[in-house]
């Protein structure tokens, strides 16, 4: 069976700032309290991308960065110790991954915005609206970003979008034999889509996956068939009102499991009843 290595993870969500400030709380060594999240303001964008994006684009950006400079200071660390090249992380490129990205419903602010102006009787869309209008618009300023032009995809799945972005990600690093980033994220909607489809709160989680057994890794991770029909639920009232309220959140247990070094199966919420299993090893 084909293993995956994390090598870094990026999460941001209430209560959930960053990977090392949320590993204690996700290994039930300190209490969640779902406190607003910070902001978030994609620092490597240029200053007149920056100004132009959108809420959605800021918090995948933010967790995708978060993951690649953790793996790049793991890997600058080892290579001082002599242990581990920098061969795939130069100085300029050392985001360069390739990418997938997930995210059920894409950013509904822009899609709110741009339908109150079909009401209207000039119709008059702005540009840059429509241009954030597509799916694909998050990976588009992670690769101005970070100057990156390996392949991106950009999927839905409506609530089973992580496990297809996971499994997206993995097929692909092992196809590849490459690194590959995975980011999924989704955002309450406004009102009044809202009434329609509710998303409890921002959530978003990034991995970096390693189809090699690499030293340098948070957990190894193995896909498989498997005959459990139910999701793994989370003990914490919070938490679990978080995984069910979010598409992107349906990745708590994975990530429970992995800051509680903890061996085993996890079963992941795939949607339409669907259940993603999966071996963790610490």
Request: net charge negative; hydrophobic share 45%.
């Amino acid at each position: 069976m084909n293993a995956l290595a994390i090598e870094s993870i990026g999460l941001i969500a209430p209560g959930l700032s960053g990977w090392e400030n949320s590993r204690p709380v996700l290994a039930g060594e300190q209490p969640y309290h779902a406190a607003p999240i910070p902001a978030t303001i994609a620092m490597l964008l240029p200053a007149n991308e920056r100004r132009r994006t959108t809420a959605t684009v800021k918090l995948a950006l933010q967790v995708a960065q978060e993951a690649m400079v953790s793996t790049t200071l793991n890997n600058k660390r080892s290579n001082r110790a002599g242990t581990t090249p920098l061969s795939s992380f130069s100085e300029e490129g050392n985001m360069c991954v390739r990418t997938v990205l997930a995210s059920s419903g894409g950013d509904s602010e822009v899609l709110d915005k741009i339908c109150v102006t079909l009401t209207e009787p000039d119709r008059m869309v702005s540009p840059t609206q429509f241009h954030h209008s597509v799916h694909n618009t998050p990976a588009g300023y992670w690769a101005i970003a970070t100057g990156c032009t390996l392949p991106s995809l950009s999927l839905s799945a409506y609530d089973g979008s992580f496990a297809a972005g996971l499994q997206e990600a993995a097929a692909l690093a092992w196809t590849e034999e490459a690194r590959v980033l995975l980011v999924a994220y989704d955002l309450p909607l406004p009102f009044p889509l809202s009434e329609r489809r509710m998303i409890v709160a921002p959530f978003a989680v990034a991995l970096l996956l390693n189809p090699m057994t690499t030293t340098q890794r948070l957990a190894l991770l193995r896909l498989k068939p498997g005959e459990i029909q139910s999701a793994d639920r989370l003990n914490h009232a919070g938490l679990e009102q978080l995984r069910t309220g979010n598409p992107a959140a349906r990745s708590l247990p994975l990530l429970c499991a992995i800051a509680q070094l903890k061996a085993g199966s996890v079963a992941l919420d795939a949607g339409h009843e669907t259940i993603l299993n999966m071996e963790v090893t610490p």
